[in-house]
């Protein structure tokens, strides 16, 4: 490459950089992400909504994030902060570092799978699929990977699992089940080898909503009774247990009349919010397997009543409600 080609490619790059950097830099306390499926404009409040270490634990990751993303922008260093600009409640502001990163790196499928997830957060669930396909594709026959962190207490991830994960939900979204409960199964293949019980009960519990909503019931009924990990087990998952219990109440093992709770656990992504739309979907699905669309409303709309809008149970209430009651407000 000659010298000037490479000044303006250098140029170029710094720009785009220095425009990401400042929309980070210059986000308002209440920073407009996007719209949720009923046209409700969706904004960023406070500076830690899921609960991942302290608020001023996050805010110092993320700055130190940002001047390692400005100063090197690579793929790690770009996925890093993207990262916690997610846990901040800024999936739009995660979006446009990612993008520009993938400017740089296009066929990077780490960048790829976190742009997926960010993308399923602001309702895009086409543009969530397309990124996650393609990244699922670039990883084919390609070793496991797990993130790189930064000196935050953040889970490192096999990026695989996620990859998939995140495949499933935009496909369950958009109600195609089939698709959904194939890419849960293979994040639970991945998870059965390196993320052990925490990774493979959340990937069942999808895995069995996505076959029975597809009523594929036979095999809903035989994943369940092969799902043998307890509460023992789980001792050491850093997030709440709520797919563990929605998977108890599946088995007829607990009584929904007792189901819902609103505790907040103390761990990440597992606020009261967070659980209060967790139990709450999770009822309104074993309402809704029974074709008992009346009992099951009550609870999607408790699903939605949370503020903190990042939620997937809040984003498949919303999918499931716009699916049985159409243009009926919430």
Do not use: C
Request: aromatic share 14%; net charge neutral.
């Amino acid at each position: 490459m000659n010298g000037l080609k490479f000044a303006l490619v250098g140029a170029v790059a710094a720009m785009a950089l220095g425009a990401a950097g400042a929309a980070g830099a210059q986000t308002p306390p209440d920073s407009y992400q996007g719209k949720d499926l009923f046209g409700q404009a969706l904004y960023a409040k406070g500076r830690n909504p899921v609960n991942v270490g302290t608020g001023d634990e996050l805010e110092k990751a993320a700055e130190a994030a940002k001047a390692a993303y400005q100063s090197n922008m690579t793929v790690d260093s770009a996925t890093w902060y993207a990262r916690l600009l997610g846990y901040q409640g800024l999936p739009k502001d995660a979006i446009e570092v990612l993008t520009v990163a993938l400017k740089k790196y296009p066929d990077a499928p780490k960048l790829l799978r976190h742009r997926a997830h960010r993308y399923f957060s602001i309702r895009e669930f086409d543009k969530s699929i397309e990124d996650g396909l393609r990244a699922a594709k670039l990883y084919e026959n390609k070793p496991l990977e797990r993130e790189k962190l930064g000196p935050f207490p953040a889970s490192p991830d096999v990026v695989q699992f996620y990859t998939y994960y995140h495949l499933g939900q935009a496909y369950f979204a958009k109600h195609d089940f089939d698709a959904a409960a194939k890419w849960f199964h293979r994040a639970g293949e991945i998870g059965e080898g390196t993320g052990g019980p925490p990774d493979v009960t959340a990937s069942l519990y999808w895995e069995y909503l996505s076959l029975a909503r597809g009523t594929h019931y036979a095999a809903a009924k035989e994943l369940l009774k092969n799902y043998d990990i307890d509460l023992y087990d789980l001792r050491d998952n850093s997030e709440g247990n709520n797919y563990f219990d929605g998977i108890q109440l599946f088995k007829k093992l607990r009584d929904p009349l007792d189901f819902y709770s609103e505790r907040d656990t103390g761990k990440a992504f597992s606020t009261s919010d967070g659980i209060k739309s967790s139990t709450s979907y999770t009822l309104a699905q074993y309402y809704i397997l029974r074709a008992e669309y009346d009992k099951a409303k009550p609870h999607l709309r408790k699903a939605m009543e949370i503020p903190t809008w990042s939620y997937f149970a809040r984003i498949q209430a919303e999918a499931d409600w716009i699916l049985l009651f159409g243009n009926e407000k919430p």
